[in-house]
């Protein structure tokens, strides 16, 4: 059965960071794409990162684009978040699919976890 966790989320100051870890069992990560999305509240599902093994560049968000970064090994997959600003509040989740591409579309992504809470302050 596949599972992933999401970890790293707290409250921080606008302009601080945070690292967002997302563990997953039941699946061989080297087969899937790997992705970061984020739900504020009042909006929809925002993809922000993706990353594929068959993907040389990772893919971003244009708002997260120099900023957040999103990397991936044996374990888990991780979303490195500098210069947060207020607007990246949201609940972040991560996400699989088994279509190897490094996409944002949440339609693509089969497997998912309940969400950590990011809180910037301003």
């Known amino acids: 059965q596949v599972q992933m966790v999401e970890s790293g989320g707290g409250l921080v100051q606008s302009g601080g960071s945070l690292r967002l870890s997302c563990a997953a069992s039941?699946?061989?990560?080297?087969?899937?794409?790997m992705a970061w999305f984020r739900q504020a509240p009042g909006k929809g599902r925002e993809g922000v990162a993706a990353?594929?093994?068959?993907?040389?560049a990772p893919s971003y968000a244009d708002s997260v684009k120099g900023r957040f970064i999103i990397s991936q090994d044996k374990a888990g997959v991780y979303l490195q978040m500098n210069k947060l600003a207020t607007e990246d509040t949201a609940t972040y989740y991560c996400?699989?699919?088994?279509?190897?591409?490094?996409?944002?579309?949440?339609?693509?992504?089969?497997?998912w976890g309940r969400g950590t809470q990011v809180t910037v302050s301003s």
């Open positions: 996400a699989a699919s088994v279509w190897n591409r490094a996409s944002l579309s949440a339609d693509l992504y089969s497997y």
């Open positions: 039941g699946l061989t990560l080297a087969n899937y794409a």
């Open positions: 990353i594929s093994p068959d993907v040389r």
